[in-house]
């Protein structure tokens, strides 16, 4: 049990004096970026997909 409480006081000391944490506005910058990266790639996907329906639907179509 000793070694459980100790590992414990070893995460708390290391994330409140050793863990360099972003600024708010880092945080911001990061959460943005993500947001319009999710966005892109989103679309990207859409983008593919719609292509594939596309060629399927002739490619189907000049089957019947």
Do not use: G, H
């Not at 990266?37 to 000049?62: G, H, N, P, W």
């Amino acid at each position: 049990m000793a070694a459980v409480t100790e590992y414990i006081k070893e995460s708390y000391i290391e994330l409140t004096q050793k863990v360099t944490w972003p600024t708010w506005r880092e945080l911001w910058n990061s959460a943005v970026l993500v947001l319009i990266a999710a966005i892109i790639i989103a679309m990207v996907i859409f983008f593919m997909d719609q292509v594939i329906r596309f060629v399927l639907e002739k490619f189907y179509t000049s089957l019947a």
